[in-house]
DNA sequence: TCGAAATTCGAACAACTGTTCGAACCCCAT
DNA sequence: ATGGGGTTCGAACAGTTGTTCGAATTTCGA
């Protein structure tokens, strides 16, 4: 890897964990020199400005996720085994990748123009693929709850940077058994199972 | 109602508004003036400065929040029932207050100091609220598991500002019913019936 | 060793921010 | 009518912001 992406991916990794714990407009310019060991100056030469920054930092960390759940779903068969894995995937990357997927779901509206678009566009494919596979999972249900139903998942599982303490007494696994637990059984079994569909 | 009052309100009302609309760093005290029409010095006659302005946003709101939790859970007696009333009533209140529910969700660490102390300790009370009620809903789960299940529980409620549209398909009442059955239904019912735990 | 390209950075700028201050205005009891 | 308290606001201030620019420094192949 030469110097240069060397330096730029490092400036990009203590960009989000600044951006996480500040966040985006309390940050300045000044505050991601220091973090990054850069001069104020210096940065301007491997990024256009503030706002390129965090567009780097959010298109890089949400072609990972797409990457990483296109290849969790593709190895189980089981409709309710590909959401599991869906859900598995997300949660334990969220944990994983904590201060990069803060920025992502707490800034989702604080870049403009061309490049929230271009954000919002990859967001859209990868709702689409969950409601896709909560077709498969729950055929009967009404088209409006099942997309309702997306971001109540969505919800459990971004929520996360809220709360969740990568130290503390539950482990990503866990957590996103839990979150399967409760959505499957909830949302995908209860139907049939529980209410008696 | 006093004049003064009747503009201290409908200043709070318009800031909220603006608040969830660009997000609380980047709403400038013009914007707040041109938007509640007073003028930029004007406001200061009522409020201390921007800061005081969120905070009495979130703290007016969280108290209608929790005075309307307490009621929604005195009525119903089972477990289960309360549980669904403080789902019920919090996903309502959400979609009838999304704008100072935003505020209140998204601008949880806009606040500092004192200010922000007393916010996080109402808060503190309402996720106990919600833990105490698991705990009778699910009083075999682990201690750690209950806890998160409470933190998804309000993800998939506090998300709804980054989707619902409340002249959409789904009516907040539905809404509210979906969340309940998932919740209910994937943590408190699939561990005797589905999971047979 | 030499020189050009790549990289760094101190210093400054222009714009914008929240806030203040004093004068003006309005309302109403006297 | 009139005086005083409640209310409004134009204008200005001091600090901070993202960004730029040109010069200094480093790097490295020939």
Redesign the interface.
């Known amino acids: 890897m030469r110097p240069y992406d060397e330096r730029l991916e490092h400036l990009l990794a203590r960009a989000a964990k600044v951006f996480a714990e500040k ?1 985006y ?2 940050t300045t310019m000044r505050d991601l020199a220091a973090a990054s060991g850069m001069s104020l100056a210096g940065m301007y030469y491997y990024v256009r400005g503030k706002e390129e920054l965090l567009a780097l930092v959010q298109e890089r960390c949400f072609a990972r996720v797409l990457a990483g759940a296109e290849q969790a779903m593709a190895v189980a068969g089981d409709p309710v085994e590909r959401l599991q894995g869906f859900i598995r995937h997300h949660v334990t990357f969220f944990a994983a990748n904590l201060a990069e997927m803060k920025v992502l779901s ?1 800034e ?3 870049l403009t123009g061309e490049r929230h678009r271009k954000v919002n566009a990859i967001k859209r494919r990868y709702v689409d693929m969950l409601e896709r596979l909560l077709k498969d999972v729950a055929p009967e249900e009404p088209r ?2 099942r997309s ?2 997306a ?10 940077y ?3 303490d990568p130290a503390g ?2 482990d990503s696994d ?2 996103a058994g ?2 399967a ?7 995908a ?2 139907r049939s ?3 008696g569909g």
């Open positions: 966040g407009h309390s707490h989702a509206n604080s409006a709850e309702a139903a971001y109540a998942l969505f919800g459990m599982m971004n929520w996360i809220n709360w969740y007494e539950i866990r957590l839990l979150i637990r409760i959505f499957v059984g909830g949302f079994e209860a199972t529980v209410q």
